[in-house]
């Protein structure tokens, strides 16, 4: 079975600019997580779908949004990028909520 | 609040020798407990976790790890270090409400010839 893909693996772009970040879950898995990882606050989490439906979100500003499609797959926003959202980007898939989550290699995103 | 503490940013082993990364968690209800590994521009990698069944839990690559209640502890072991094992390791809590989880601040194993 493939395991959880991320695209794109890398992305720069300029403060004030948006992003949209994608995953793709393992075939059958229904929930979908997203987290923040960076040396200072370490992983945090950002919010978690399942069956299109936001179950969860962590502590972050308006400007990150998620949605979840009927296939599962998933796509983060950011918006009006800020120096500080500079991170790897994790999503991780899980059969239901409360499985184990499996994680995607992330999304680099340097903000400059 | 759930939350997790991992002791000791960095620790360094001889190869060979035993690995033992603590992690100590609070939480107001029976925890999920996991242990991910994360090599170098990697994702995170699932290596055991607790469910509330058995309290000593067997993983990959070697790895174990012991859920104490009354220590609130759940450390990681491996009897004998291989280079393969240098990582950062992270320990994680889930409250069993959905898939939001804790992590631990992580623990840099570093592994000496």
């Known amino acids: 079975k493939a395991g959880v893909t991320q695209t794109p693996r890398y992305l720069i772009k300029t403060r004030g600019q948006q992003v949209t970040l994608s995953c793709s879950p393992i075939?059958?898995?229904?929930?979908v997580s997203w987290y923040q990882q960076t040396p200072g606050q370490g992983l945090q989490f950002l919010f978690e779908?399942?069956?299109?439906?936001?179950?969860n979100k962590g502590n972050f500003p308006g400007r990150f949004s998620g949605r979840q499609f009927s296939n599962s797959r998933s796509e983060m926003n950011v918006s009006t990028l800020e120096l500080g959202d500079s991170a790897l980007y994790l999503c991780?898939?899980?059969?239901?909520?409360?499985?184990?989550?499996?994680f995607g290699p992330g999304t680099r995103l340097t903000v400059l | 609040a759930q939350s997790v503490t991992q002791l000791g940013s960095h620790v360094s082993v001889s190869e060979g020798a035993l690995v033992l990364l603590r992690c100590n968690y609070s939480?107001?209800?029976?925890?999920?407990l996991f242990w991910y590994v994360q090599y170098p521009n990697q994702g995170l990698q699932l290596l055991l976790k607790y469910t509330s069944a058995a309290t000593l839990v067997k993983g990959i690559n070697g790895f174990e790890a012991e859920f104490k209640k009354s220590e609130t502890s759940f450390h990681l072991t491996k009897p004998s270090a291989h280079m393969s094992d240098a990582a950062e390791y992270f320990c994680a809590v889930n409250d069993n409400q959905g898939g939001k989880l804790i992590f631990g601040q992580g623990t840099e194993l570093s592994v000496k010839p």
């Open positions: 779908y399942f069956s299109e439906t936001q179950r």
């Open positions: 939480s107001s209800v029976p925890p999920y």
């Open positions: 991780a898939s899980s059969l239901n909520l409360n499985n184990e989550q499996f």
């Open positions: 075939s059958g898995h229904r929930s």
